[in-house]
């Protein structure tokens, strides 16, 4: 026997002796998810809307500043990277998933500030060079949230792969993205009730002049009913990432015992981690399908809401509500999906499915905006979360196989950046798409459906790029690619 196969053989061993995740410490895992969900509605709900409606902040101004937390998320790569090479304290992913949501949460109360100051600025002075430097000021703060993210949810994510199996992860993925979506309903119940107020229900959010809106919030009463609840959330969501993460690395991580090679993954650099990655044209088909994918199942993000207000007549908090129905439908996907559809029809049919599924959805928002009816907008929402949720249990899993263990930090990066970069991306792109149609069409109903088209076009690209997606060819790829790195062969 080869000194090769004598060191798989040991690995094999080893494995068989570690104890394998159980439901309970999957849900455990799922707690970091929730209080991720929270923090998105807290952040694109609260803040969002709020700078928007309230503070009569110019809409694509908000949404490029929201949106740096995705334009930074190249940062992925380098801390999944990191949590690969750097263990601290000879932990590999929970000591980065605790110092980023320390800086995430924190962070998260900073942006509202700066966000009051901007709003200040505009009701004092109007639009000028002072409301610039807050508007860019709170880009920044948005940035570093993003990088927070990074640094937290990428080990995490490989987390993930760490502590799983080929024959449990689909469930440990159904678990934790399920936990994820029950943090959304939760925190739009609370953006809801939080905006349910005389002083944050207002008309259609697009409607806005900021030169010509007169002063009719009182800023120190928003920012005395709000300020409180960007404090105890975010101090629940760390307490949520403590819980679900404690103790987890050290009882179930497979990270050391996966090495094939006796040069250890902690030696790997960073520039020999992205040979690896590219070594694959594999590598560039999947992150090509993830971006597409992304960016067509995301793009209302920004416009839902306004659709609800300038289409439906919907009050704010009537319109954060829509948060709930998209989040239930998700949360019903991702669950069925991971026990039922990935098990009997592989990760690829199911993501296609969830692909088809969603383009009937988009179908059914425009039905219901021309024939105005609130009902049919709230089924179509709640079923295109359930696609939605299929598409996440499916593109996930088929995310975590395209991984190698050695460097499977840097690949979980590669997808994030990706998808990150969509979300980037798609929250400016709505705006400017919705933009275009009000240019195009009287009638606001024909804007926003040129949105929800352009998302049903977009799914029959990333359809088509799925085709081409082979884990097999990519673990042959990565495989050779990893010995050559091994062996001190690549240059450089």
């Known amino acids: 026997m080869s000194m090769k196969n004598t060191f798989q053989t040991s690995n094999s061993q080893s494995l068989e002796f570690l104890p394998k995740i159980g439901l309970l410490t999957m849900f455990r895992l799922g707690l970091f998810q929730m209080g991720l969900g929270i923090m998105s509605l807290l952040t694109l709900g609260v803040i969002n809307r709020v700078m928007i409606d309230e503070l009569k902040v110019i809409p694509w101004v908000a949404a490029v500043a929201i949106a740096m937390y995705q334009f930074v998320s190249p940062a992925k790569v380098w801390f999944g990277q990191m949590s690969d090479s750097r263990p601290i304290r000879g932990y590999h992913r929970t000591i980065y998933i605790w110092f980023g949501a320390i800086f995430f949460t924190s962070l998260s109360y900073v942006a509202l500030q700066v966000a009051?100051?901007?709003?200040?600025?505009?009701?004092?002075?109007?639009?000028?060079?002072?409301?610039?430097?807050w508007a860019i000021l709170l880009g920044l703060v948005f940035a570093f949230y993003g990088l927070a993210l990074s640094m937290s949810s990428t080990p995490f994510a490989a987390l993930l792969v760490d502590v799983s199996d080929d024959d449990n992860r689909s469930q440990l993925i159904g678990i934790v993205w399920s936990m994820l979506m029950v943090g959304i309903v939760i925190g739009a119940i609370i953006s809801s009730q939080l905006l349910n107020t005389p002083e944050v229900c207002g008309p259609a959010l697009m409607a806005y002049d900021p030169t010509q809106s007169s002063k009719v919030v009182n800023i120190d009463i928003l920012r005395s009913t709000v300020n409180p609840v960007f404090i105890i959330m975010p101090i629940i969501v760390f307490g949520l990432c403590l819980i679900g993460t404690w103790g987890v690395e050290s009882s179930y991580s497979r990270f050391s015992v996966r090495s094939n090679h006796s040069k250890r993954e902690d030696q790997i650099t960073l520039k020999e981690s992205l040979k690896v990655l590219t070594s694959s044209r594999q590598t560039f088909v999947?992150?090509?399908?993830?971006?597409?994918?992304?960016?067509?199942?995301?793009?209302?993000?920004?416009?839902?809401?306004?659709?609800?207000?300038?289409?439906?007549?919907?009050?704010?908090?009537?319109?954060?509500?829509?948060?709930?129905f998209f989040g239930i439908g998700t949360l019903l996907g991702i669950g069925s999906t991971g026990f039922l559809m990935l098990p009997k029809l592989g990760k690829k049919q199911t993501t296609k499915i969830g692909c088809i599924f969603s383009i009937v959805c988009f179908t059914l928002i425009i039905a219901a905006g021309i024939i105005r009816d609130e009902n049919l907008l709230k089924f179509g929402l709640l079923v295109l979360g359930l696609a939605s949720g299929i598409i996440t249990a499916g593109a996930t899993s088929l995310m975590l196989d395209l991984t190698v263990a050695e460097t499977a930090g840097t690949f979980i990066g590669a997808w994030g950046?990706?998808?990150?970069?969509?979300r980037g991306f798609s929250t400016v792109l709505g705006g400017v798409v919705l933009h275009i149609g009000k240019s195009i069409f009287s009638v606001p109903v024909f804007s926003y459906s040129l949105v929800f088209l352009m998302q049903g076009i977009g799914m029959l690209f990333a359809i088509n790029i799925l085709k081409h997606v082979s884990v097999k060819e990519f673990k042959n790829d990565a495989k050779s690619a990893i010995s050559v790195v091994m062996e001190g062969e690549i240059e450089g």
Do not use: H, R
Not at 417 to 422: D, Y
């Open 286 to 324: 999947f992150f090509s399908f993830i971006l597409i994918l992304t960016l067509s199942l995301f793009m209302q993000d920004t416009v839902m809401e306004p659709y609800g207000g300038e289409v439906f007549g919907m009050c704010i908090s009537e319109t954060t509500k829509l948060n709930a």
């Open 417 to 422: 950046l990706s998808q990150a970069m969509a």
């Open 116 to 133: 009051w100051e901007l709003g200040q600025s505009i009701q004092d002075n109007g639009w000028g060079w002072t409301s610039d430097i």
